[in-house]
Nanobody, 115 residues
């Protein structure tokens, strides 16, 4: 079983930056893809960015050029640097990890961008 602990959400003005972190723990942990999804009120959860174990990123179109995903395989931690934030980025952000046999979700961290 994989436990995920997220941190770094909060309130920021439009144009500002935030950095999210998600630390994974568990026995014999070998994480393949790690990533971030988000869900705004009244909307479905959507992919923000993912990154493979080898470090290849994949971004949703609406964050390209503004967000950067990275990971530390020693610490089993994934990061999301969010720059040039917009009010429409307001959502609960969820960490997601996949191993060969399981998929896990974090509890979510609120990001609110004021105009």
């Amino acid at each position: 079983q994989v436990q995920l602990v997220e941190s770094g959400g909060g309130l920021v003005q439009a144009g500002g930056s935030l950095r999210l972190s998600c630390a994974a723990s568990g026995r014999n942990l070998v994480l393949a893809t790690m990533g971030w999804y988000r869900q705004a009120p009244g909307k479905q959860r959507e992919l923000v960015a993912t990154i493979t174990r080898g470090g290849s990123p994949n971004y949703a179109e609406f964050v390209k050029g503004r967000f950067v995903i990275s990971r530390d395989n020693v610490k089993n931690t994934v990061y999301l640097q969010m720059n040039s934030l917009k009010p429409e980025d307001t959502a609960v952000y969820y960490c997601n990890t996949k191993t060969l046999s399981t998929e896990s979700w974090g509890q979510g961290t609120q990001v609110t961008v004021s105009s």
